[in-house]
């Protein structure tokens, strides 16, 4: 009777044991499966995140072609037509002021507001990117009209001489009837896949 009685108390730890081993076997089951879960997420979030950052890359690239656009189109303007330059010109997307625009208004980025990008592979403002490339040129002063030191910032004369001075206008051999030139501020709106949203800016003289 005792040895009966000590095999079946044998048999039953060994179930016991057998059992205690499937649960940890599924525990470790579900642990591995959540870390799988958890790796996929993080390849996937890395993925979007490195095609967000071309986007961006490709969208700054892009409204390098804006600030061309406004250097051409200000420079025929300046020989062609300079008393343009005293007063707004919306449709070109030119302002004679710095202030009373709102870059940040997506009213701004309208037609007859701001002008498009033009070059080769671009049409209607859309290059083959699929980056849709607006701006608009602000002249930094205080009010319309001719440019004067008292109301408009210009750039300043070359302090010394060498292959890496800047010039302005009267500098580079241009006509003018100011000893310097006036600072326009270029600002370029790049909307590209994915709502990707660029802005550039930079001041030309």
Not at 79 to 100: I, R, W
Request: net charge neutral.
């Amino acid at each position: 009777m005792k040895a009966t009685a000590r095999q079946t108390l044998q048999h039953a730890g060994a179930a016991r044991q057998r059992g205690a081993s499937l649960f940890i076997a599924l525990v470790a089951l579900v642990a591995m499966l959540l870390a799988a879960i958890a790796l996929i997420r993080s390849v996937d979030t890395a993925t979007v995140i490195a095609g967000n950052l071309a986007f961006k890359q490709s969208s700054t690239l892009s409204a390098e072609i804006a600030l061309n656009n406004a250097s051409d189109w200000l420079s025929a303007t300046s020989l062609a037509t300079p008393a343009d330059l005293e007063n707004d010109g919306a449709a070109a997307g030119y302002y004679a002021t710095s202030t009373g625009l709102n870059l940040m208004n997506d009213a701004t980025w309208a037609a007859g507001v701001s002008a498009v990008a033009t070059g080769t592979g671009i049409v209607a403002g859309v290059d083959t990117s699929g980056n849709a490339i607006r701006f608009v040129i602000q002249r930094m002063c205080q009010a319309t009209g001719a440019a004067t030191t008292g109301n408009c910032l210009f750039g300043s004369a070359t302090a010394f001489s060498g292959s890496q001075a800047i010039k302005d206008a009267t500098e580079s051999g241009g006509t003018t009837t100011l000893s310097a030139s006036p600072m326009y501020r270029v600002t370029a709106k790049v909307t590209g896949p994915r709502n990707t949203v660029s802005y550039i800016q930079g001041f030309l003289y």
